[in-house]
Nanobody
Framework: DVQLQASGGGLVQAGGSLRLSCAVSGITFDDYAMSWIRQVPGKEREVVSCTSKSDGSTYYADSVKGRFSISGDSAKITATLQMNSLKSEDTAVYYC?????????????????WGQGTLVTVSS
């Protein structure tokens, strides 16, 4: 079974930081692009950041550039999203997802496997 287990969400004040982690099992980690996708109720899902070890590419949405950093640890089979300088508009449920499509995709529907989501709430 493929499993993605996201964790690290919570309540933080604006300007603060959170670190999301995604533990992955059941797939060959380096063969997949890892993505963090967020959704606010009533809005479409948005790929916040994604990275691929196979081609070394990384993407950040304009709204998070310079504030968020994605990484993947092949040894720990974990993808991480470090979120700094959080804003109230970052409040959302964050999902980690894995996709075999190359190059990396900014379309949420193209990802093959999803974690359960972790809620990030930023208070202003």
């Amino acid at each position: 079974d493929v499993q993605l287990q996201a964790s690290g969400g919570g309540l933080v004040q604006a300007g603060g930081s959170l670190r999301l982690s995604c533990a992955v099992s059941g797939i060959t980690f380096d063969d997949y692009a890892m993505s963090w996708i967020r959704q606010v109720p009533g809005k479409e899902r948005e790929v916040v950041s994604c990275t691929s070890k196979s081609d070394g590419s990384t993407y950040y949405a304009d709204s998070v550039k310079g504030r968020f950093s994605i990484s993947g640890d092949s040894a720990k089979i974990t993808a991480t999203l470090q979120m700094n300088s959080l804003k109230s508009e970052d409040t959302a449920v964050y999902y980690c997802a894995a996709g075999s499509r190359t190059p990396i995709s900014t379309m949420p529907g193209t990802y093959d496997y999803w974690g359960q989501g972790t809620l990030v709430t930023v208070s202003s």
